[in-house]
C-alpha cells in the first residue's frame, strides 16, 4: 500500500508543510522521568493502556483520531532513566481485552519481559501489573504490548524508552524521531474492518497509509545553522520497513537498536519495524532548507528543516565522538558456538518448495515441510522450522555464558524483522560467508531468499521468544523461544 503522510493527497501537502507547527511541537512529547514516587513503596512511574483522541491528520484533513495509547497518548509518555538505574513501572489495562508490555531491546531480567503465557500471566481489564527492571544499557529503547500486538500496537500502544548515557554526547538539542504508518479510512478513522485479514497477514503485514512522526504529521523544525542535533529514531509501524534520505544534511549513525557504533557518515536510515537508528546531525552552514524525506515510495517530506538566524558556531563541527560501550557480554565463542537453524517459511508465493533454492547447509535435521494445507485455514501462514505458531519446545536450549548462531534461512518471498528478546545479536556470516562482525543488534533485517547468521553470548537466563516483529506475521506463525538455562 503506498504510504502518503496524509490522507487528502500529494496536492495538499504544500499547505500542509506551510500550516505546520512550530519546533516545540516536535519535542512535546510528556516526560515520566523524575517524578516522584506515588507512596515510599509503590511504582515510580503509572501507565495506563486507554482509549484516547490524536491529532494524526492536519486538523484541515479531519480528525482526532480514536486511539488507544498509554495514558490515552501516541507515542506514550516518555520512560526515562539512567544507564544502570531501576525502572518502576505500574501498568494499569484501562482496555476492554488483556494486554502486557514488553520493553523492547532491554536486557532485561526474564519476568519483566512482558511475553504472555511465556513470562507472565496476560493482565486483564482493569488489573495492574508492576514493572521493575535494571537498565544495564543506555540507548534507545522502545514499549508495546505482547498480546495481540497486531491490533494494540496499530492502534497506537507505544512509547519510548530512553536511557541517558554517563556522560551525555556533546549536541545542542535531542530530537525524537518516532515513525509509525497508520491505516485509516477516509473519515480520518482507524480502518478497524481490515483488522486480521490474511492478505495481509500472508503478505508484507498491515502497511499504513499515513505516516505521523511523534504521533503527528510532518512538522517542520526550525534550527540555526550549524546546530547539532542528536536524533533518535524509532519504527514503530507495524510492518513496514522504513527508508528515510537526509536531505540537505550531514549525519552520522552514532547507534543501532541502542548500542553504540563507531560514528559513520550517513545519508538514509533504513529502518525495519522494532528497530532503532541514533544518528548526530548538523544542519548546514547556510540559512535555507533541509530535510528527511520518506522515500519507500514516491518521496516526501517526513521532517522538514527550516534553517535559520545566526550560525550557532562559526564553522561546522568534525565528526561526532563514539558513545560509551554498554556492557555487553565477553566475546563470542564462535569456534564452540552452539549452531541453529531458523528455516522461515511461508506467506504469498512461498508455500511451494522455496527451501530446495536456497543451497542449505543444515546444522542438524532438516525440518518438516510445514502443512499449508491444515494450517492456513487456522490463519497459520508462517513457520519457523516447520513449525506454525509458539512450539512447546525451546528452539534451542542453552547453557549460560555459551555463544549460540541463529542462522536465519530467508525461504520466503518476503523480507522479515526478526527481534531476539533479552539479548544482542550481531550478523557475522551471510549466505554461509563470513563477514566482519555487524552491530549488535536486537532486531534483524532479512532480506527474501537470504541467510543471515547472527551470533549472541546466551547471557540471561530464562524463556525468550524469537519472533518477526512484521506483527501479522508473528500472529501468523512466525515465532519461537529459546532458553537459557543457570
Ligand atoms: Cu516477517
Known amino acids: 500500500m503506498g504510504l502518503t503522510h496524509r490522507l487528502g493527497g500529494p496536492t495538499l501537502r504544500r499547505r500542509t508543510i506551510l500550516s505546520a507547527g512550530l519546533a516545540a511541537t516536535v519535542l512535546a512529547l510528556p516526560r515520566l522521568a523524575g517524578r516522584p514516587a506515588a507512596a515510599a513503596d509503590g511504582p515510580a512511574l503509572r501507565l495506563h493502556a486507554k482509549p484516547g483522541q490524536a491529532g494524526l491528520l492536519p486538523s484541515a484533513d479531519g480528525g482526532p483520531t480514536r486511539i488507544w495509547g498509554y495514558d490515552g497518548l501516541v507515542p506514550g509518555p516518555i520512560v526515562r532513566a ?49 514493572y521493575r527492571f535494571a537498565v544495564p544499557d543506555a540507548g534507545t529503547f522502545w514499549y508495546h504490548p ?51 485479514g490474511m492478505h495481509d497477514w500472508a503478505h508484507a503485514g498491515r502497511l499504513g497509509n499515513v505516516l505521523t512522526i511523534n504521533g503527528q504529521p510532518p512538522q517542520q523544525l526550525s534550527v540555526r545553522p550549524n546546530e547539532r542535533l542528536r536524533l533518535r529514531m524509532a519504527n514503530t509501524a507495524n510492518a513496514r520497513v522504513f527508508s528515510f534520505t537526509l536531505d540537505g544534511l550531514a549525519a552520522w549513525t552514532v547507534a543501532v537498536d541502542g548500542q553504540p557504533v563507531p560514528p559513520a557518515p550517513t545519508g538514509r536510515v533504513v529502518l525495519a519495524p522494532g528497530q532503532r537508528v541514533d544518528l548526530v546531525v548538523d544542519a548546514p552552514p547556510a540559512v535555507g532548507e533541509a530535510a528527511i524525506a520518506e522515500a519507500t515510495g514516491t518521496p516526501f517530506t517526513a521532517l522538514g528543516f527550516r534553517v535559520e538566524g545566526e550560525p550557532i558556531r562559526p564553522d561546522p563541527r568534525s565528526t561526532p565522538q563514539a558513545l560509551a560501550a554498554n556492557p555487553l557480554p565477553a566475546a563470542l565463542d564462535l569456534a564452540q558456538a552452539v549452531q541453529v537453524d531458523v528455516v522461515m517459511e511461508g506467506g504469498a508465493m512461498g508455500m511451494g518448495p522455496l527451501r530446495g533454492s536456497m543451497g542449505m547447509h543444515p546444522h542438524g535435521p532438516m525440518p518438516p515441510v510445514p502443512d499449508w494445507g491444515a494450517l492456513a485455514p487456522r490463519g497459520l501462514v508462517w513457520a519457523l522450522n516447520g513449525v506454525a505458531g509458539h512450539p512447546d519446545a525451546p528452539l534451542v536450549t542453552a547453557m549460560r555464558g555459551q555463544t549460540v548462531v541463529l542462522h536465519f534461512v530467508n525461504a520466503t518471498r518476503w523480507p522479515h524483522a526478526m527481534h531476539l528478546h533479552g539479548h544482542h545479536a550481531r550478523v557475522v556470516a551471510r549466505d554461509g560467508q563470513e563477514v566482519a562482525p555487524e552491530p549488535w543488534r536486537d532486531t534483524h533485517l532479512v532480506d527474501p531468499m537470504q541467510v ?26 512466525m515465532e519461537t523461544w529459546f532458553r537459557v538455562t543457570g
Not at 536486557?107 to 495492574?128: K, S
Not at 491490533?151 to 515513525?179: H, M, N, S, T
Not at 530464562?462 to 506483527?471: E, I, P, R, T
Request: glycine share 10%; hydrophobic share 40%.
Open 82 to 130: 539512567r544507564k544502570g538505574d531501576i525502572v518502576d513501572v505500574e501498568l494499569e489495562n484501562g482496555l476492554d481485552q488483556p494486554t502486557t508490555i514488553h520493553w523492547h531491546g532491554v536486557r532485561i531480567d526474564n519476568a519483566m519481559d512482558g511475553v504472555p503465557h511465556l513470562t507472565q500471566a496476560p493482565v486483564a481489564p482493569g488489573e495492574r501489573f508492576r
Open 146 to 196: 505482547h498480546h495481540a500486538s497486531w491490533e494494540q500496537v496499530a492502534r497506537g500502544l507505544y512509547g519510548l524508552l530512553i536511557v541517558d548515557e554517563d556522560d551525555a554526547p556533546d549536541v545542542d538539542r535531542e530530537i525524537l524521531f518516532v515513525a509509525d504508518d497508520w491505516r485509516l479510512d477516509a473519515d480520518g478513522r482507524i480502518d478497524e474492518g481490515s483488522f486480521g
Open 452 to 477: 543471515a547468521s547472527a551470533a549472541f553470548v546466551a547471557d540471561n537466563p530464562g524463556d525468550w521468544m524469537l519472533h518477526c516483529h512484521m506483527l501479522e506475521h508473528q500472529a501468523g506463525g
